[in-house]
């Protein structure tokens, strides 16, 4: 079975500073990634995703995601925080054989400061 | 860029009723999904469906729950009697196709239901 963890409910950045999102993930096969983005009255938008082609994925709004096997890690950054990107975060994972079908992780609310 | 519509964003209905959750998926996509996020939890997946029929389910989708594409354009999740527990946010979701993963989900924003 695939589950999902994020490590911190609440993360908070000055605005300009590094954002780190972290996800570890379990999966019985190859897991497919993802990190979803979900603005306050908006639904869940696909910031970008991980389907066994470069480990390193770039995604919109300049995050980034490096899959790391050996650490079952996906873990999301921005070089540079803005304000915009004050949100909740979804990391997500689905196997192969499952379609689309998503397990979610519990979310990390990204806040940003002035 | 495309969306898949919601309504209503906020519902409010007695513990024992039946409700009705509408969602209007992307016009080409073939499957349809509904999530729920019971306050301070996670994401959950309720169900899957294509080609008129169930394709997969999670342990939470029980004989309470029914989905129908009445119209092939809407997409419902009926609640036949709610209980307290249900009261969550229910998001639809739909893609063009199955299991092709250079495809996006699309998710609607969600409908909050509150049972008393």
């Known amino acids: 079975a695939q589950s999902v963890t994020q490590l911190g409910s609440h993360v908070s950045v000055s605005e300009g500073a590094l954002v780190l999102l972290r996800c570890n993930y379990s999966?019985?096969?190859?897991?497919?990634l993802f990190w979803y983005v979900q603005y306050p009255n908006q639904g869940l938008q696909l910031l970008l995703k991980y389907t066994s082609a470069a480990t390193l994925v770039k995604g919109i709004n300049g995050f980034e995601a490096e899959f790391k096997k050996s650490e079952t890690s996906f873990h999301l950054t921005k070089p540079s925080a803005h304000m915009s990107d004050a949100a909740e975060y979804f990391c997500?994972?689905?196997?192969?054989?499952?379609?689309?079908?998503?397990?979610f992780g519990g979310g990390t609310r990204l806040m940003v400061k002035p | 860029e495309p969306e898949v519509t919601q309504t209503p964003s906020h519902q409010v209905t007695q513990m024992g009723q039946e409700v009705i959750l509408r969602c209007v998926p992307i016009s080409n996509h073939l499957y349809f999904y509904w999530y729920r996020q019971i306050l301070g939890q996670k994401v959950e997946f309720l169900v899957s469906f294509y080609n008129n029929e169930i394709s997969e389910k999670s342990e939470i989708f029980d004989d309470q729950f029914s989905v129908e594409r009445p119209d092939g354009s809407n997409f419902t999740l009926k609640i036949r009697s709610t209980k307290l527990e249900d009261s969550a946010m229910y998001f639809c979701?739909?893609?063009?196709?199955?299991?092709?993963?250079?495809?996006?989900?699309?998710f609607g924003s969600g409908t909050q239901l509150s049972v008393l």
């Open positions: 999966s019985s096969v190859p897991p497919y």
């Open positions: 997500a994972v689905s196997e192969g054989n499952a379609g689309n079908m998503l397990t």
């Open positions: 979701a739909s893609v063009r196709t199955w299991g092709t993963f250079g495809e996006k989900l699309f």
